[in-house]
């Protein structure tokens, strides 16, 4: 007997035998039960979920000789009709190679004679979305009044592209992509029933590189026994999908967090030694960074079908999140990029060193944050007393921010590397613009530090003070991340407390815009004022144009 390769010896025959499409399954037995079926149905999903399984099932249950029900008998003669692909009363037709009018033009005309074996006939058309134009408005007179005898089931992968006079007339069933512990739960149980030897990380990586279709994933489990001479072993996957462990990702990110240029190529040398595909190494790349974001930023929270990872629980206390998002949008760029570098090694090695390139520096102007063995350094600020008290009073139209913001009290605990001072400004409060330089704050959050002022900081707590449409700079972990970079500047434990309020000035980011404005009037004025350009004016009418000059320095 000749092999049969898995996907198809394993084909659902029964709605209870689908993977992951519980929604369509009980709307579909649902009217089964009733009696109250449409005549129209339409599948729409990626490749591999399932579109025409469903459907098969469908005819079945609509033609078992038991008796119309969601469970067809599969022993009938009709059952096992459908389930060979020859019973005379389903009619599968391909709509990528039968696009013309006189392919539907002989549906519509054998539509008409009443089932040869079943109760009903049964048209599935497959890529429903291939046919033409004028094949569409033929098919469109059937399917407003088809005979009663006959149901129609559509499958699509691509269903932007059916007319919305098709779309008006069909019940439209959205088919979800798989997750990948759905596939892996679909692989185990058919090689614990093959008798099949497999290791867990093995089939892990398959399921990934299903990409949602279930179909992918077991022509892939075929290649693999294949690959593995009877048995699936990690190894023998990701040699043949060109990927690497999660491990090899994960000593990238620690070298990239160490700042070690050496200890990255070298990791990065080792891995193509593997001969891997490059791109999906990124997008493993990827995947490691959000898993360590959603560490970081949703504490407690797990992917669906996520194992544990110490890896990435040790990695989220060495990066700063804002650094994270920025070496998430690297590895998506360069990967993206990667059929534009010189070789596809090369294209790899350059994301890696745009990272480290764009890594802060050391008590830089965007170092991280909370980094073990690493801080900005500046000296303790005196901690209020009469004069800072008088500063931190609150007007009248200054009001504490409502609960719901992120903006809550925390306490963070500096690091003990010595500060260097910060000038006091002349309320005898820190200098908030060089207290901002000295404590790295970068990215949103130094936007967040250079449009608020400091009104106070009484004991442990500062107080800031923010207008209400820079409020949504608070966002997200924002206050915490400020706690730890101020805390750290100043040398002592330190709390941030935000305040919305309408007389907010002086702001950093004010200071710099006048900073900015009086460099670009000194530049156009220069520019007038300088000779050759009056000359040119006068010779050849020459003008400036306006807004087009910039400092030197800019």
Known sequence: MSYQVLARKWRPRRFAELVGQEHVVRALSNALESGRMHHAYLFTGTRGVGKTTIARIFAKSLNCERGQSANPCGECAVCTAVDAGRFVDLLEIDAASNTGVDDVREVIENAQYAPTRGRYKVYLVDEVHMLSKNAFNALLKTLEEPPPHVKFLLATTDPQKLPVTVLSRCLK????????????????????????????DAIAELARAAD???????????????????AVRAADVRAMLGSIAQGEVGALLEALAAGDGTALLAEAARIAGFSPDFAGVLDQLAGALHRIQLRQLVPGFHAEGEDADPVADALAARFAPEDVQLYYQMAATGRRDLNLAPDARTGFEMTLLRMLAFRPAEG????????????????????????????????????????????????????PAAPAPVPLAANGLPDWGELIAAAGLGGPLGELARHAALKSIEGDVMTLALRPEHEHFAAGSMIAQLERRVAAALGRAIRVRLIAATDVADTPAERAERVRSAEFAAAEQALNDDPVVQALQREFDARVVPQSIRPMDS
């Not at 997750?179 to 497999?198: K, S």
Request: positive net charge.
């Open 173 to 200: 069933f959205n088919l979800k992509r798989l997750l990948p512990a759905q596939i892996v739960a679909q692989m185990r149980h058919i090689l614990d029933a093959e008798g099949i030897a497999f290791e867990a």
């Open 212 to 230: 949602g279709s279930l179909r992918d994933g077991l022509s892939l489990l075929d290649q693999a026994i294949a690959y593995g001479g009877g």
């Open 364 to 415: 830089g102007a965007a170092a991280p944050v909370a980094s073990p063995g690493r801080s900005a350094g500046a000296a303790p600020a005196p901690a209020g007393g009469a004069g800072a008290a008088a500063n931190g009073a609150r007007t009248a139209s200054a009001a504490p921010m409502p609960p719901s913001s992120p903006a809550r009290e925390r306490t963070a605990t500096p690091p």
